[in-house]
C-alpha cells in the first residue's frame, strides 16, 4: 500500500497523530518537495499555509502535476478558489443543497468533504466535489454561498484539528494495489462495479483479470463502488463494469468522467442511446438496418398491435436490460394483462415479432474494431439466453465462443455498422441469424465481459486490447502521437 505524501511548510504544521503514522502518511515540508522529487507513486495532500498565485503552496501543486503525482488541490483549483468571479458560476448548482432555513450568516468548514454538522453534509460533499481542496471555508447566508476560500491548517482550532485528523484518516483509507513495475504507473483507471449486482457485466474473475494485467502494463487499476463518486477526480480514466440506467449513480459517474475530461466507457451519449430500445428500434428503421417487425405503442394502441402481429410476440420496456423487461405474450388475453404491467412505468411499451433462434450472436466491439464474438444458447426450456427462477436466481444457457475470422461476414458488418451509429465505445451486438437472413435485436452499451466465456479465444489478450483503449484515448487527450 503507497502512503500519502503530506507536503507542509513546517512540520510542526500538523498533529502529532499524522507524523507517527508512518505506514499511511509521510509528513515532509514543501521546500523538501520542490527540490527532492520522490520517484514513486505519490499521492500528494498539499497543506501548504497559502496557496496565492507564485505562492510556495501554489508551486506545490504545479510541480506535483509536472511530474504526475496525484495532487489536491490542484493548481487550477487554487486559481479558481483565488478569485470569486472563477467559482461563481460553478455555485448555482451547489446552492439548492442549502438547508431551508439559516437564519444567520454561517461559517462552514470543510475538511475532505466532511463537516461536523450533519444538517450540512450533502452541500459540503457537493462542494469538494466542485472544488477539490483539503481544507475550504464556506461562507453560508439564507439564499447562497457568499464566498469560499482555502483555508490555512495553521489557523484551525484545536477542535478543528481533531476533526481534520478523522476527516484525513476516512479520506485516506482505500486500498491502493501495489505495481510490480518502481516505475509511476501510465495512467489510473477506476472501475465501477457492484458486488451485489446479480447480473453484473464482468464477473469477479473477470475483474480480477483487468486488475493483474493492468499490473502487467503498468497501469494502476482500482475496484470502486457508488461509495466512491467523490474520489472520481484521482483517477485518469473510468471503466463501468456495472448495469447502466439512466436514471441511477452509473450515468451520473460518466457524467461527472466526461466533465472532468476522463475517458469514460461506457460515455453518455452511448448509455442514453442503448439502454433504450425504442431509441434503438427508430435507429435501426432510418439506417436500412434489418430487425425484426417492430411497433411502439402506448395504451390506447393495443388495437395496432393485434392488427400488425400474429402470436407469439414480445413485449418490451424501453429501458430493460439484460432480458429483464422483455415478455413474450401467446394470446390477445396475455397481451392486456402483460402491457397493463409493464405500463405502470413507462407510456410507452414495444411490440415485437417473436423470432426464435436456437442462439443469439453477440459480436463484442469497441472503437469499431471486433474483439470478441459468442453464440449465446436459449436457457434450456427458455426462449431467452437467460431466465430469471421463480426464487430470483437466474440461469443461463451454454455458450460457444469463436475467433473472429470464423464468424460470417455478414454478421460482422452488420454488428460494426449498427455499432457506429452509436460511437466509438465499447459495445456488444445482439443479432439474430434465421434462414430468412439476420436480424439487429439491440447494442448493449456495457457487454458482458466474463472470465471463461468472452475472453476464451484472446485470453489474456482481450483485458490488454480493452485497457490499451483508454491509454490511447488519454493518448490523445495529452497531445501525445500514437
Partial sequence: MSKHLIVVDKLSDVPSEIKVDTLNYEVITARTYIRNPKPSDNKVINLCRRY?????????????????????PAAKTILKLSHKRLYKSQLEGVNQFLPQEIFEKKRLVIFFGRVDDPEYKELARKIFDQFRCPLILAVISDTEIESLKALSIAKLTPEELSFFVMSLTEYTQKRWYELRSKMPPRFYLAILENPEDPLPPSNKASLEKFISIGRKLNISVELIGKQDYYHLSEYDALFIRETTYLNDHTYQFSLKAESEEMPVIDDPVSILRCTNKIYLAELFKENDISSPKTLIFGRKDLTEVLN??????????????????????????????????????????????????????????????????????????HWQTIKQTKGGAYVQGRHETLPIEKVPQNIIDMALKSSGLIGRGLYGVDIKETKDGIYAIEINDNPSIDSGVEDQVLKESLYERILLEFQNRLDLIRGIKI
Fill in 308 to 381: 400488425t402481429f400474429t402470436f407469439p410476440l414480445v413485449l418490451k420496456i424501453p429501458d430493460g436490460n439484460f432480458s429483464r423487461g422483455v415478455k413474450k405474450v401467446d394470446s390477445p388475453e396475455e397481451l392486456v394483462r402483460v402491457s397493463d404491467q409493464l405500463f405502470e412505468n413507462t407510456e410507452l411499451l414495444i411490440a415485437q415479432e417473436f423470432l426464435y433462434t436456437a442462439y443469439d450472436w453477440r459480436i463484442g466491439i469497441i472503437n469499431q474494431e471486433p474483439i470478441f464474438a459468442c453464440k449465446y444458447e436459449m436457457s434450456k426450456g
Fill in 52 to 72: 496565492k498565485y507564485l505562492t510556495t503552496g501554489y508551486y506545490c501543486s504545479l510541480f506535483a502535476e509536472a511530474r504526475e503525482d496525484r495532487v489536491i
